[in-house]
């Protein structure tokens, strides 16, 4: 397994910045270098597109800042394609922002409680096992290959999700489809074609799930779909139509940036060998190597702010209204301001008694992950279920196939496996 990116980088922030935005191959295959490189020569890379003026910010304070300030609007980031029914609407709290949006986030956060997401653990322990017996099974007594995203990285996080909001598990794979074809439509300078097919993808899974909902709200089940549509607090309900713009969301972001977390943190593991002992000799690090995993190679490294109106950076410096703001998370995630050696991959970074600043993995701020518990516990049972049954996990790729997207995550993984 290599990384072949290359060892000459451009000393012009401005070409450096566009080969991460146009996806150049090595900016795909080890954006950190190039993180590493525009951090140090323009922190705020200044960018003009058709769309206005963007700064790419790559320091973490920069974008906590981004994520967290009330003069930064997210809504203005959405596609402005609109959808094929001429609406330009947003249909889902991801792209809302101020009390709209604070007031769809409490009604599903008292229907996604913690409570609801802890009961989850002995079932998703189970999903664990059943899955690693497959594997088991499929490879025999002596070991042997598999590609591990469509044997187990997409298929515990999907059954995770769908187990959740009460989707049938007949119906997971036609929803993998539509989610992935909905989800072009966050990438950068996606075209217009594009953005329809992905509109179009959307419009069946919120007719799929609106039908979810009319069979949950006659015959309700302990699902999050039946929580949602009976949720309330001080009077406020959700309307049928946010009910599905919700469960799409987070059906979507549930098992898409599950399964990349997953596979990324195979691949880490398996590239720092040092790293996967420790683990296998001290199980008790799982939580703070989970948190680790995910600062390493967490899946969304791009996400976007629009400057509302005028203020001020953390370090006095003016920041005028009207700009747009990449904030680079898969780079704050890796800055040494903040994260002492931070190329390196400690599993027993966060197990300090005084651990180091928060990873920006779920975000920050009024959008901050919603699943974010359900998220560490899938993960945690993950790489202890894979770490338990096989004793050797060995990356056959020599070039890892990493998506030409604004989140990291694998095409496939083939791997060979040693029963333990």
């Not at 997210?74 to 604070?102: C, N, S, V």
């Not at 203020?311 to 890796?334: C, F, S, Y």
């Not at 002492?340 to 300090?352: K, S």
């Not at 560490?376 to 049972?381: D, K, V, W």
Request: proline share 7%; glycine share 8%; aromatic share 6%.
């Amino acid at each position: 397994m290599t990384r072949a990116t290359s060892t000459a980088l451009s000393s012009n922030p401005t070409k450096l910045a566009m080969e991460i935005v146009f996806k150049a191959p090595n900016a795909v295959t080890d954006p950190y270098p190039y993180y590493r490189r525009l951090r140090e020569l323009a922190p705020r890379c200044r960018l003009t597109f058709d769309q206005g003026v963007a700064l790419m910010l790559t320091s973490y304070d920069d974008c906590h800042f981004a994520l967290t300030s009330p003069h930064m609007t997210h809504g203005e980031q959405r596609p402005r394609l609109g959808d094929h029914r001429g609406q330009g609407k947003p249909r889902t709290m991801m792209y809302m922002d101020g009390e709209p949006h604070a007031r769809q986030r409490g009604l599903v956060a008292k229907a996604l409680t913690p409570r609801r997401v802890g009961a989850l653990k002995d079932s998703v322990a189970a999903l664990v096992d059943e899955l690693l017996d497959g594997l088991e099974k499929r490879i025999g007594p002596g070991g042997g290959e598999v590609e591990l995203v469509d044997a187990f990285t997409f298929r515990l996080p999907v059954a995770v999700i769908g187990r959740l909001v009460g989707v049938p598990d007949t119906d997971w794979e036609m929803l993998r489809t539509l989610t992935r074809r909905a989800s072009a439509s966050l990438e950068m300078l996606a075209p217009p074609d594009v953005l329809r097919a992905s509109d179009e993808a959307l419009q069946e899974m919120e007719d799929y799930f609106g039908d979810l909902l009319r069979k949950r709200q006659a015959e309700p089940r302990d699902d999050l779909m039946s929580a949602l549509a009976h949720v309330e607090e001080n009077g406020e309900r959700l309307a049928a139509s946010e009910i599905t713009a919700v469960t799409v969301l987070l059906f979507g972001a549930g098992f898409q940036t599950a399964t990349d977390a997953i596979g990324n943190g195979v691949t880490a593991l398996a590239a720092n060998p040092d790293q996967e002992r420790r683990l296998r000799e001290h199980p008790e690090l799982l939580k703070s190597a989970t948190e680790e995993l995910l600062r390493y190679e967490n899946p969304p490294h791009l996400l976007g702010r629009y400057v509302h109106d005028d203020t001020v950076w953390p370090d006095g410096t003016e920041l005028k209204a009207g700009q747009h703001l990449l904030i680079m998370l898969g780079a704050a995630n890796r800055d040494p301001a903040r994260f002492d050696d931070p190329e390196r991959l400690d599993l027993g970074r966060f197990a300090v008694p005084e651990p180091p600043a928060q990873t920006l993995s779920f975000a920050w701020g009024p959008h901050h992950c919603l699943g974010i518990h359900l998220a560490r516990m899938e993960l945690q049972l993950a790489y202890q279920g894979l770490l338990s049954r096989f004793s050797k996990i060995e990356v056959l790729d020599e070039e890892l196939k990493w998506r030409e997207s604004n989140f990291r995550g694998l095409h496939e993984l083939n791997v060979r496996l040693t029963p333990a």
